[in-house]
């Protein structure tokens, strides 16, 4: 005969148990969100990155979706395209057969969001916990790290 299951408020959970109820309350933080530029379009994308990966949700007709979510791990390159007005990012991933093209963007979205994408490869590569900065430190620090040099 088993023990009968006992409701707990948290406070018999261990360590690990915490720190996963952390990990998870802090990784849906969303660092960035853009949409394409025309909401009337046939396709529209969403592009939202967050402090474990980048989702791309492509909105297809008659509330039909394809949702993507690439781990920062798994990015192998962010290229952007920009004009005088609008701009595309193209996400080449692991495991991925073709490339996710994001498009059109306004110019300035583009180009946060390639800085963001680029800081957080970088951050990530080099194994650096991002969990315990404050949102718009980490905003602020990652772009400096994608930027680079022009």
């Known amino acids: 005969?088993?023990?009968p299951l006992r409701a707990t408020n948290?406070?018999?959970r261990n360590d690990s148990s915490k720190k996963l109820g952390y990990l998870a309350g802090?990784?849906?933080e969303i660092i960035f969100c853009t949409t394409t530029v025309f909401r009337f379009r046939p396709e529209?994308?969403?592009l939202l990155i967050d402090r474990a990966?980048?989702?791309v949700i492509k909105r297809l007709f008659l509330l039909a979706d394809?949702?993507?979510s690439i781990r920062w791990?798994?990015?192998l390159s962010v290229d952007l395209s920009v004009g005088p007005f609008f701009g595309?990012?193209?996400l080449k991933a692991r495991y991925m057969n073709q490339p996710i093209v994001v498009a059109p963007l306004r110019r300035d979205k583009a180009f946060k969001a390639k800085r963001l994408i680029e800081g957080l490869i970088v951050a990530c590569s080099k194994g650096i916990a991002l969990d315990e900065i404050p949102t718009e430190e980490l905003v602020e620090e990652i772009i400096r790290i994608g930027t680079g040099v022009r």
Do not use: C, F, Q, W
């Open 88 to 90: 595309s990012l193209t």
């Open 10 to 12: 948290g406070a018999g």
């Open 26 to 28: 802090r990784s849906e």
């Open 66 to 68: 394809n949702i993507t």
């Open 73 to 75: 791990g798994d990015v």
């Open 53 to 55: 990966k980048i989702t």
């Open 44 to 46: 529209r994308y969403e």
């Open 1 to 3: 005969m088993t023990p």
